[in-house]
């Protein structure tokens, strides 16, 4: 018996070292990705060259994460999560931080915050995905997913806020979602700053101003 427990325990042992190691492996490949992408453009990032960056077989890309588009979005959903792995939108800090705080405004500053904590990391992967999304069926596809998910987002947050008496009279949800949506996507974020040249920090005031603006009753 005693050589029996001792070999599951092996067993066992083995098991969880490779699954580190493939864990491992695959943050390797995610971080090459991230890095050829964000450096060569979608179009002239290859599965071969990834692989070589990360150390690997192309075989290895293939089976722990998937083809371009699949890594691109998983490059995304590690963005706006601001983790090594993906975390639901009803699980991020700053959701629960929103849904908890009554006042319109605060919830405001709460997200113009996110947004721009999240777009450092994500705007730039995203206008990668939105150049290839024209050339290419597949990016084209996890595109039209992400946007449309983006939309219910921003729905539901305006609901949030109308639910703390923060839409101002006369402007539907629908309106306010899309007034939203369209202040705090990453083709404004880059316009700012790097056209423009601003802070982060200023463009977070200016998004929670125009929000305040936009959407709140007057005083």
Do not use: C
Not at 13 to 30: C, G, M, P, V
Not at 74 to 102: C, K
Not at 116 to 121: F, G, T, V, W
């Amino acid at each position: 018996m005693g050589a029996v427990a001792k070999q599951v325990k092996t067993r066992k042992y083995d098991n969880a070292a490779r699954l580190a190691k493939s864990d491992e492996t695959r943050q390797a490949i995610l971080d090459a990705a991230r890095a050829q992408m964000l450096e060569r453009g979608y179009r002239a990032t290859t599965i071969a060259g990834i692989a070589r960056a990360a150390g690997v077989h192309v075989d290895t890309v293939y089976a722990l994460v998937g083809r371009k588009p699949v890594l691109l979005r998983e490059l995304i959903e590690h963005a706006i999560s601001g983790s090594d792995g993906v975390i639901p939108a009803e699980q991020r800090d700053y959701v629960a931080a929103i849904r908890s705080e009554p006042d319109a405004r605060r919830k405001l500053a709460i997200y113009a915050r996110a947004t721009r904590e999240i777009h450092a990391r994500l705007a730039p992967l995203l206008m990668a995905l939105r150049d290839a999304s024209t050339t290419e069926p597949e990016a084209e596809a996890v595109w039209g997913e992400i946007s449309a998910r983006r939309a219910l987002n921003m729905r539901r947050f305006a609901e949030e806020l109308n639910s703390a008496g923060g839409i101002r009279p006369g402007l539907s949800i629908t309106d306010a979602a899309d007034t939203i949506w369209v202040t705090n996507s990453a083709e404004v974020y880059v316009l700012l700053t790097v056209e423009r040249g601003w802070t982060p920090r200023r463009y977070e005031r200016w998004l929670a101003d125009t929000w305040a603006r936009l959407l709140l009753p007057d005083d």
